[in-house]
């Protein structure tokens, strides 16, 4: 079987969801990173590894979700540690993310069913008008399920508002391992325990023109299999967005769960380490074969394991995040700086460049697209960069 996969990757051709298993089960880590190198270069061509400047903002830690990965959330809002931001607050840590130099930020909360719709639209519009040079990356799959709840509307139709806010991009969080067995193990709530409403999410945020990550969040309760469904759903939704719609993932980005502090960790032995990490690098990188951009995380593995996975696959290294909370609260901290980005990324042989969020959205040719797909996607290149 390796030697036809080994062809197939030669050939830019895509591997089954078996073979997927096959590769990431039972072929050794070296080989697996040497056939993610070659897919990583056959669509990304050369050693560019971007980056961005961004910060990671929450305007509220209440939340009604219950998820059992989470140290985040808090359920009563009398405690003390429990905060809702108003617009005004909000916007006042933008500024001061704006002043570090941030070009990008990434704004998440909890399910707060107590927050109308209106505080997203106007938190949105504020952004785009009084910081043009931001890219609002705003809210996840949950997120938009609650405010479907709160305002009645239809997931597309919460799209639509928040495009006309000016919303552009949105990240992927929200799907830790997508099948429905896990998830409902690890979250009460409907929105964070049905595969179906995040693709969906994500399928209508594309159809409206909203670009989107996808992630993953493993070592926990999942198996090999469970790591392959994840990868598929993905992959799927993907092929419909590239076949059909305006938008699409823009990157992959797995990390791995941090348990202290949290009631799923008292569960878990052990958490996942470097060499699982790097497997599943690689492996997204051969298998979600139409995304061209696979995360790798200082923050969330460490800088050394960051940089190898550099050599597995990956082509983008994420984001300064200057402010972080929701890995923090599980006890987990790790910083750096916008030169200190720059620094790892060239000492481990690689050329450090700066991106920003809408930006990672039109870069690289897929080596697998039709000339209907390279068409349609270059003239709305051109129309986007005017």
Request: aromatic share 10%.
């Amino acid at each position: 079987m390796i030697e036809s996969i080994k062809s197939k990757i030669s050939n830019n051709g895509r591997i089954s969801a078996e073979e997927a298993l096959f590769l990431y089960k039972d072929v050794d880590l070296l080989t697996l990173g040497a056939l993610a190198q070659e897919r990583r270069f056959n669509l990304v061509p050369n050693k560019h590894v971007s980056f961005v400047i961004d910060t990671n903002l929450n305007y509220t830690n209440i939340c009604d979700a219950y998820c059992s990965f989470c140290a985040f959330y808090r359920t009563d809002p009398s405690d003390p540690s429990s905060y809702t931001y108003t617009v005004d607050q909000m916007i006042d840590k933008i500024r001061k993310a704006r002043e570090k130099g941030c070009t990008t930020i990434l704004m998440q909360g909890g399910l707060n069913s107590d927050i109308p719709f209106d505080f997203y639209t106007e938190i949105v519009s504020r952004t785009v008008k009084e910081f043009p040079d931001i890219t609002p990356h705003f809210f996840s799959a949950p997120e938009i399920m609650k405010m479907t709840e709160v305002s009645g509307l239809t997931i597309k139709e919460v799209f639509q508002e928040l495009k006309k806010a000016g919303q552009r991009t949105m990240p992927g969080g929200g799907s830790e391992i997508l099948t429905n067995e896990i998830k409902s193990k690890i979250s009460r709530f409907k929105p964070k325990n049905s595969v179906d409403q995040w693709t969906d999410v994500h399928r209508n945020a594309h159809e409206v023109g909203i670009y989107t990550t996808a992630t993953m969040m493993y070592g926990h309760l999942e198996n090999d299999a469970d790591i392959i469904e994840t990868l598929s759903h993905i992959r799927n939704v993907q092929d419909e967005a590239l076949n059909k719609k305006p938008a699409k993932f823009t990157a992959f980005i797995p990390w791995s769960f941090k348990k202290d502090n949290t009631a799923l960790g008292k569960k878990i032995t052990t958490e996942a380490g470097p060499n699982q990490y790097l497997r599943i690098i690689a492996i997204s990188r051969i298998f979600l074969d139409n995304i061209n951009h696979i995360q790798a995380s200082w923050f969330s593995e460490g800088y050394k394991t960051g940089q190898i996975a550099l050599s597995f696959g990956a082509d983008d290294f994420g984001g300064t995040l200057f402010d972080e909370n929701v890995m923090l609260s599980a006890g987990f901290y790790n910083r750096t700086s916008v030169d200190g980005i720059k620094k790892l990324i060239n000492d481990a042989g690689y050329e450090a460049v700066q991106r920003t969020t809408e930006s990672v959205s039109y870069t690289h040719l897929r080596a697998h697209e039709t000339p209907e797909h390279r068409g349609r996607r270059h003239g709305h290149e051109k129309k986007t960069r005017g």
